[in-house]
């Protein structure tokens, strides 16, 4: 059985930081590109990052790009989110997602987690 399982989010105050982790099981961690998405009330599903395992390529949207990064332990088959410099509007239930192309959108992911809730306040 496929499973990704986020963990690592909470409350954090503006400014802070928080690792996110996203441990996969059920299939070859080796053959799939990860990737990081979220989703905040009334607003549509965001791509934040993606890493490909086999060869450890990344991806970040410009919304992150300085200020998060992606990595993964291929050990045990975990993916990495390290959040920094988080402001409020980063606030939203973050998701892991995994598909076998090298393509970090949503609409492409087969296997999601049921996400972990990020707050930032101000």
């Known amino acids: 059985e496929v499973q990704l399982v986020e963990s690592g989010g909470g409350l954090v105050q503006a400014g802070g930081s928080l690792t996110l982790s996203c441990a996969a099981s059920g299939f070859i961690f080796e053959d799939y590109t990860i990737g990081w998405f979220r989703q905040a009330p009334g607003k549509e599903r965001e791509g934040l990052s993606c890493?490909?395992?086999?060869?450890?390529?990344?991806y970040y949207a410009d919304s992150v790009k300085g200020r998060f990064t992606i990595s993964s332990d291929n050990a045990n088959n975990t993916v990495y989110l390290q959040m920094n410099s988080l402001k409020p509007e980063d606030t939203a239930v973050y998701y892991c997602a995994a598909d076998q192309t090298y393509i970090c959108s949503g609409d492409v992911m087969d296997y999601w987690g049921h996400g972990t809730q990020v707050t930032v306040s101000s």
């Open positions: 890493i490909t395992i086999s060869d450890g390529s990344t």
